[in-house]
């Protein structure tokens, strides 16, 4: 069993198992004697962290490794002739591992090269067909779910069980960014019910296949998955507001193209103070790290309204249910 996404997951099991942790209720070790790795492309603050903490409070030992870097390099290509500057094929890695480690957890960003390529997590998508123990996605290509997760399950602390009005919103950014955050995000507010806005730009939808896998999953919880290009509109009346950028899939390999695309949008795709009272007293969420004063204002991120430490906080206390389910 691996933990690639939320589709297949009962998320409220999940939210309740990490608020025992969260809560002191849950004290069991089953990690015990146990190594789990820890194998990241990219670079990592809070999913890093939470994971090396959990994986101690859980008895168990974390095995970092940075392919390229603490470690060899990594071919992930089926096939593939490495005469290259790639060291060592995934299939031999997540092998020799597993007889080491009784889980492994791997963060792989998109590239932002191929979308169609890229949409298909090549990269997580060859550790799972190699491995025999557990694979945690702690962030790809397409998928975030031990961030989704604690998302969810900060809405439920914050806001109480049962439907919200969710708004996820594109604001502008520098950078094309991943989509894995709002995919992630969207797929887990619509397994929970709730009534979600996605607001954006036009030309900067999301997977369509994501999104209809989430409207599906929405109406048979009972919410709702809308779509539209009206920023302020998505705001009325909302009780969760959920920052995130991400690029055109149209752009992905053309940068240059994006950036000159999304300087329109500059100052206008902000979550500010005018729009936060726009809201039904909403709470307000970022995965984080977060740009202050282009993605959301410091007087919206340092408000009452702002919970993002919350989130954070509880990537911990999700990520150890998850662990717990997977390992014992």
Known sequence: ????????????????????????????????????????????????????????????????????GTSWTLEHRAGAVMDGDKTEHVAEFVRVLERYCVAIGVRTFAALKDWPEERTDPILSAFAKYASVPII?????????????????????????????????????????????????????????????IAHPAGYDLDEELIDTSRQLAAGAGGSVKVTNDMDAAFTGAEVIYAKSWGAKQFYGRDEQDTITRAQYRNKWIVNERRMAQTDDAIFMHCLPVRRNVIVTDGVIDSRSSVVIDEAENRLHVQKAVMKELCA
Not at 161 to 182: F, I, Q
Request: a positive charge; proline letters at 5%; one cysteine or more.
């Open 1 to 68: 069993m691996h933990f690639l996404n939320t589709k297949d997951v009962d998320l409220n099991a999940l939210i309740e198992a990490a608020l025992r942790f969260k809560r002191g209720e849950d004290r069991s070790q089953p990690l015990v004697g146990k190594s789990v790795a820890l194998v990241f492309f990219n670079p990592s603050l809070r999913t890093r962290a939470s994971m090396q903490v959990g994986i101690y409070e859980l008895g168990g030992n974390a095995v970092v490794l940075e392919p390229g």
């Open 137 to 197: 996605n702690l962030e790809s290509a397409m998928h975030h779910p031990c961030q989704s997760s604690a998302d969810m399950m900060t809405i439920r602390e914050k806001l109480g069980e049962g439907r919200k009005r969710v708004v996820l919103t594109w604001a502008w950014h520098p950078k094309l960014l991943p989509m894995a955050v709002p995919n992630s995000f969207a797929l887990a507010a619509a397994q929970m019910g709730h009534d979600l806005v």
